[in-house]
């Protein structure tokens, strides 16, 4: 396989949207798409696809398999390591480095997961909890063209590497892909014909039981946080693509992706960052707090007040954001770590959430993926103190969480990344769907509030597959 990376660049602008044009260069299974799908976002700015994977990666068990791809003559070879994961992407990114100086976020290199269950192999931290579902702890596509849309500026960015083949002409043709067969271009037909009926391990009672076994946790000093969640699962029949149109309308979301893999699906329409790394400065955005929209003006807005004036909700954040301060300081130039943001408000489809923002700049000689092993899992979705809280969550929850409350997202060629926390995300295989909610616990938390709380963020993906909401009881 060579190494060298011929880089190419092609543009032009358009009036399709994101989705229209990831219909046009699909080609099905490890065709990622990182899709900034809420217009009226500050933080929708951009959308990735990778094409023309050269190299698939999945991680079980502390093994690394490798899946090098030869579009010519449309093999493949196989190769196992077993090592770090974290060494690997750093040498594997070294290896194909490339200078960005177009501007954009990403020209070039993988797009992926981190499952959540990785968490426990960096932290030492043996998981006791069974499987529900089994996929590779880690999987990610590294790609020979990527399409990069500016929701802005309606220009469509076309990249090539000249790994597979020519750069100019993989380039070339897949603008003359998107130009030719998106001219009539139309939405996907979203037909259902069952509804499925999700359930989750707990019942009402069972699981306000388990916030009372946390919050007992937090009056003996174990913890001062802890994020406490479950999953859904019903029966699925349903097409992953046409489902994940739904979704994104149902539900827009910044951080959305959508990722059809290697036997399963996953859909996301996440609101939240982890971390996203620009040249030196690394910046992280913690939720914490949430309420549901109102089904009036009014009560919308009662929502959003009693949401910016809960000190419940602004004391679970601090206790987040001073954890993430503290993760941020360990890759970080000392001094350089800052909240920039505080308690601010963002509305989407179903739900108010509470935010934060903190910043810092990269210590010399640390890389986006030193980064990532030091910040995760997010702290959003795990508690402080970290190792504590996921050794509670592990007792408490039936299942692993696998991908959820994982990150889905890019590491870049040029040393750029940017991940979302995996929440309000859809993972479909072998005709089976199931999605994680959950929340954060303080020793404040009423049992009730909190598994209702679960369930209003469960509405958008219920709704996107046409399943009933749950009633609260």
């Not at 996440?270 to 996203?276: A, L, Y």
Request: glycine share 6%; proline share 4%; aromatic share 10%.
């Amino acid at each position: 396989m060579q190494n060298k990376v011929e880089f190419n660049i092609h543009k032009f602008e358009t009036q399709l949207d994101a989705f229209q044009i990831y219909k046009c260069v699909e080609q099905g299974t490890d065709t990622i798409f990182l899709d900034s799908a809420m217009s009226n976002s500050p933080y929708s700015l951009y959308s990735i696809i990778g094409v023309n994977p050269f190299l698939t990666i999945k991680v079980a068990h502390k093994t690394i398999y490798e899946k090098w791809h030869d579009q010519e003559t449309k093999t493949f070879t196989k190769a196992i390591h077993q090592t770090d994961i974290f060494s690997y992407l750093n040498m594997l990114l070294s290896k194909y480095h490339i200078e960005n100086t177009t501007g954009l976020p990403f020209i070039g290199g993988g797009l992926g997961y981190f499952s959540y269950d990785l968490g426990s192999e960096i932290e030492s931290l043996p998981l006791n909890a069974p499987d529900l579902i089994t996929i590779p702890e880690v999987y990610f596509v590294f790609y020979d063209n990527a399409v990069i849309i500016d929701h802005h500026s309606k220009m469509v960015s076309i990249t090539g590497l000249g790994i597979l083949r020519d750069s100019v002409s993989s380039v070339n043709d897949l603008a003359h892909c998107i130009m030719d067969k998106c001219i009539d271009s139309e939405p996907l037909q979203s037909l259902y014909y069952d509804k499925p009926q999700f359930q989750s391990p707990f019942t009402a009672e069972t699981y306000q039981e388990a916030v009372e076994a946390m919050r007992h946790y937090i009056r003996e000093g174990h913890i001062y946080i802890a994020n406490m969640t479950h999953t859904f699962s019903s029966d699925f029949h349903m097409d992953p693509l046409l489902t994940y149109e739904r979704l994104r309308t149902v539900n827009p979301a910044p951080f959305s992706a959508y990722l059809p893999l290697d036997g399963f699906s996953i859909l996301s329409s996440s609101p939240e960052r982890f971390i996203e790394i620009k040249g030196r400065e690394i910046k992280t955005r913690p939720i914490k707090g949430t309420r549901p929209r109102g089904q009036t003006e009014a009560e919308d807005l009662e929502h959003r007040l009693a949401l910016m004036t809960s000190e419940k909700d602004k004391s679970e954040l601090l206790m987040i954001v001073d954890l993430e301060r503290n993760d941020l300081s360990k890759v970080c130039v000392p001094g350089s770590v800052k909240v920039t943001e505080l308690f601010e408000i963002e509305t989407y489809a179903t739900v108010f959430h509470l935010v934060a923002t903190i910043t810092g700049q990269l210590s010399q000689g640390k890389t986006a993926v030193d980064s990532i092993k030091a910040m995760f899992p997010g702290g959003s979705i795990t508690g402080a103190p970290k190792y504590r809280a996921m050794e509670i969550i592990d007792t408490l929850e039936k299942h692993k969480r696998n991908i959820y409350t994982g990150s889905i997202g890019y590491l870049g060629f040029d040393g750029g990344a940017d991940l979302n926390i995996v929440i309000r995300t859809i993972l479909i295989k072998d005709q089976m769907a199931h999605f994680g909610v959950g929340g954060g616990i303080t020793w404040e938390s009423n049992s009730r509030e909190e598994y209702i709380e679960t369930l209003d963020k469960a509405k958008a993906l219920l709704k996107s597959m046409n399943a009933e909401s749950f009633e609260y009881k």
